[in-house]
């Protein structure tokens, strides 16, 4: 079986839950405590195997792609002041992976984001990473645990969690098949269905081991009237094809894609920061609102 060392990360979306701050901060480069998300996403994706890793652009994202590359005057900088912990930091960041980078002309899906990975994966399976979920696992990261699922069962894999019922609206879900532990056969994948209409509470969140033939089938997906094509539609075709798996991963999963879930993440990983916690702790003990 092919090894998995390719993952793309859809970074093209303008991030309007999060105006006025992302009128001209891409949304995936709002820190949590002083690292932005979109480095947490890089990180779990490098910690899992991943090599290579394509993250798929829209306009005015630039910053992305400075955030990742050499800062040859920063590094002079803080080699001069001595301030050699700030200098590693900035060093990993680019020596983490070869990172690629493409760019989504149109907001036309995630179906299509998907499609512009084509020529980068070529004929090998790949994962793909949302990062508006950031999933705290110190001992396996999500992805890792989503790839060793894929080499056992040699399917697409879903990335999934339960979800509080009031909440599963808001995801794709899960008409599940056959359990056997972790592993759940995905019957059907439904789109934010109705809450009086859910199939299960298990929601597919925004990790991915994808098959290369999901591009021509995402290339035969029809547009949603809305003029973008989902990819969980081809995920569907797949499932009624050759099978596909939910896998329930285990870790601290936080929407950032939520206001409230990005606050929580920070704070959260503001109390897991040795230099943080004590006071930060304080701070929160002492508060009287």
Do not use: W
Not at 142 to 162: M, R
Request: include cysteine; charge should be neutral; charged fraction near 25%.
């Amino acid at each position: 079986m092919t090894k998995i060392r390719k993952a793309v990360i859809p970074a093209a979306g303008f991030g309007t839950r999060f105006l006025p701050a992302t009128k001209a901060i891409p949304k995936e480069m709002l820190p949590i405590v002083d690292t932005p998300t979109l480095q947490y996403v890089v990180e779990e994706a490098v910690k899992s195997g991943i090599t290579e890793i394509l993250i798929i652009l829209g306009k005015n994202k630039k910053c992305i792609e400075d955030h990742f590359d050499i800062s040859v005057e920063l590094e002079q900088l803080l080699m001069r002041t001595k301030k050699d912990e700030y200098l590693k930091q900035v060093r990993d960041i680019s020596n983490m992976a070869h990172i690629y980078y493409v760019r989504q002309k149109e907001m036309n899906g995630s179906g299509m984001a998907v499609l512009e990975a084509e020529a980068f994966v070529g004929n090998e399976p790949f994962a793909v990473l949302y990062g508006d979920d950031i999933i705290y696992n110190p001992q396996k990261p999500c992805l890792k645990q989503l790839i060793d699922a894929y080499d056992t069962t040699g399917k697409v894999i879903l990335g999934c969690q339960d979800v509080p019922k009031e909440e599963a609206s808001k995801y794709g879900i899960v008409k599940p098949g056959a359990t056997k532990g972790k592993y759940t056969e995905v019957i059907r994948l439904v789109e934010k269905p109705k809450i009086n209409e859910l199939p299960s509470t298990l929601a597919s969140i925004g990790r991915y081991i994808l098959t290369p033939d999901v591009f021509d089938i995402l290339k035969r997906t029809p547009a949603m009237a809305n003029g973008e094509v989902c990819l969980t539609d081809a995920i569907q075709t797949i499932a009624e094809s050759t099978g596909v798996y939910a896998y329930t991963f285990e870790g601290r999963r936080y929407d950032v894609g939520d206001k409230l879930g990005y606050i929580q993440a920070t704070i959260e990983y503001g109390l897991r920061d040795e230099k943080l916690k004590d006071g930060l702790k304080q701070y929160l003990k002492g508060l009287q609102l």
